[in-house]
């Protein structure tokens, strides 16, 4: 039996003559015909539900992976779906226009959706599997694949894809969970090494992309060793361990790959960052602190990453008014920075929309974000402000 990975076909291939049985309640064809849906051993489609099926659009359209679609090749070379029927029609239905999605409280079909949207929803890529063999060989793969109704991994998948010396060396390191390393590993990294997750961060660390592991794995399926795979995932984990003095719980699942990658040639003072980040985990005005390793690797430089917290809406109404006042009294500009200067705009009155709450005192050198230290200014000046 053999396996291919296509990575190429979108919702728009699939989409082409997408037929569905109203009566039957099943979809039984799509690309062109080559594609046989529900075969006549198939569960009719369950997802019309208002849910499941809503959900599969939703996660595409936010642009969520929907998982692998399970093909098997047949002798006159068509196709049949060994899994993923449910939500191939569920999109095949979308398409044309069977059900609607609620978007920000309003019903749409597909044909009613943003020309944009419709073709962020038709380009979508799909990730395929398609075997071709013997139908025992099938069926036994399918089985595999469905163990107890647990789903393979896409690390799992392709370790079973490329299969060899290389896959048996990974998983004796990265997926043993007597291997003592594993404890240290769990801080830095998310999921379980039993489901292959840390071979698969891993893979993609020395991959340098999660969408080349698959390349990388069939590059290498016949080495007998696997050197470059573990030298890379120490240095990363090294690293971290250089830079980073403690340990929060936060620093699990962050993309270390990339950190590494973009910032590890920055010499670094451990104590300052570990300083730095004892501060920002206390900042009760940061509201995302996992942004803060990136963001004290990037010398402090972009706060978007800590998502701090911004002045209220009646805080902006109450500072603007009374600047606004005090400013029409004394007939200068209620942009204190345009007061100060020498063009049209120092006398200039900005309307409350054309202007921005500004903390006094930085946010960033201790700054509180509380009435007493908000000021307004004109949109030109805040940003001038918030760049230094
Ligand atoms: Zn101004």
Redesign the pocket.
Known sequence: MTTELITDLTIRDICKGFVYNELEGKGLFGWEGKLTIQPEYQRNYIYADGKKDVAVIESILKGYPIGILYFNRTLDGRYEVLDGQQRITSFGRFYTNKFAIKVNGIENYFGGLDEVVQEKFLNTKLLIYICEGEEPEIKEWFKTINIAGVKLEEQEMLNAVHSGPFVTLAKAMFSNTQNPMMQKWSTYLSGKPNRQDYLHTALAWVAKDEKKIDAYMSAHRRDTNINELVLYFNDVIAWIDSVFPDIYEEMKGQPWGELYERFHTQPYNPTEIGAKLKELKEDPYINNFRGSFEYVLGNCEDKRLLDVRIFDKATKEKVYNKQTAQAKEQHI?N?P??ALGHDA?RTRIWKLAEMDADHVTAWSKGGATDISNCQM??Q??NRAKGNK
Do not use: M, P
Request: with cysteine.
């Open positions: 500009s942009c920075l345009c705009n200014l004109c030109t000046h």
